[in-house]
């Protein structure tokens, strides 16, 4: 298929990045009304039932499925799902929302490190500049105290979970991207799905025990229906969608949009303090993410040329 940069399929990407970016703070309103298990089953089973319909006519593939292709999947379930959602949602029980913001937009420079120090693949001066700002923002961050509700043992270790399930989310994108090449996305993250429901079940079983429902609110409920059908299905879907009709180096150009929408929706979501370190932090790790844009662009743009 020719790659056709139609309106449509930009509005595919940047809606794809932000939903994926509006998973940060929509984590810390789930991880504050339920327990973190509890609010991670229920995730995935509802991420499950929306992705059901998208993925409801390739379901005839999966006979034709390798060992190798289910190897993958569990992997993606146990990191992408399991590891991912628990990690997250401990995590921001800890931090501010623009912390976990600016600790997730590390993302991109933690996946070229996991790329280069596991699969072999090539350092370029590129790769390296977006994981030093990487580590770069975040010291600011640290240095700079978080924000004034966060202790200090709180925003160390609340940034280690977080961090932790950013590792996971890479697991999730270099795995992802190799069972991608056999069996479509939006499947995967289907199958992924439901498999990790039995896997969170027994944990989720063991917190509703001292878990009270009513104490709920509406909005909660609302947040925890977009963290299952917004960020892991629709994110899903658009993304992909917009991928497979987009040219390379206009898809690498996206990945900016998910900080920057994880940023806003944390200070619109949340109703936090802006501080002059939140941007700084940011505005730094944000620089490591437009490297690694253009890194991808210059990788997508070699393969068009071979």
């Not at 509005?11 to 970016?21: E, K, P």
């Not at 789930?30 to 991670?40: I, K």
């Not at 590129?126 to 509700?149: D, E, M, P």
Request: aromatic share 10%; charged share 10%.
């Amino acid at each position: 298929m020719a790659a056709k940069n139609t309106p449509l399929t930009l509005a595919q990407l940047i809606g794809g990045m932000a939903t994926f970016g509006s998973a940060t703070p929509v984590s810390k309103i789930v991880t504050q009304a339920m327990p973190v298990f509890v609010g991670s089953f229920l995730r995935v089973g509802i991420g499950a039932l929306a992705l059901a319909p998208l993925a409801w006519s390739k379901l005839g593939t999966i006979r034709a499925m390798s060992r190798g292709d289910w190897l993958r999947i569990s992997v993606i379930t146990l990191f992408g799902m399991f590891g991912f959602s628990a990690l997250m949602l401990y995590g921001m029980s800890l931090v501010s929302g623009v912390a976990g913001a600016i600790v997730m937009s590390t993302a991109p420079a933690v996946t070229a490190a996991a790329s280069m120090l596991f699969l072999g693949d090539h350092p370029t001066w590129r790769k390296l500049t977006a994981i030093a700002l990487a580590v770069c923002g975040v010291l600011v961050l640290h240095l700079g105290g978080g924000s004034s509700g966060e202790a200090g043992g709180n925003l160390l270790l609340g940034t280690i979970l977080v961090f932790a399930a950013v590792c996971c989310e890479s697991v999730y994108t270099l795995v992802g991207k190799t069972a991608s090449e056999r069996v479509d996305p939006v499947l995967v993250a289907f199958l992924a799905a439901v498999i990790a429901l039995p896997v969170f079940l027994p944990f989720a079983i063991w917190q509703w025990l001292s878990f009270d429902v009513s104490d709920v609110e509406p909005g909660a409920w609302m947040a925890l229906l977009w963290y299952g059908a917004g960020t892991l299905a629709l994110g899903s879907w658009l993304w992909y969608a917009g991928v497979k009709k987009a040219e390379g180096a206009v898809a690498a150009a996206f990945m900016g949009v998910m900080p920057a929408s994880a940023l806003i929706l944390s200070y619109v979501l949340l109703g936090e303090p802006f501080r002059w370190v939140h941007l700084a932090g940011f505005a730094i790790v944000f620089a490591g993410v437009l490297v690694m844009s253009w890194e991808h662009a210059r990788m997508s743009q070699d393969e068009t040329d071979q």
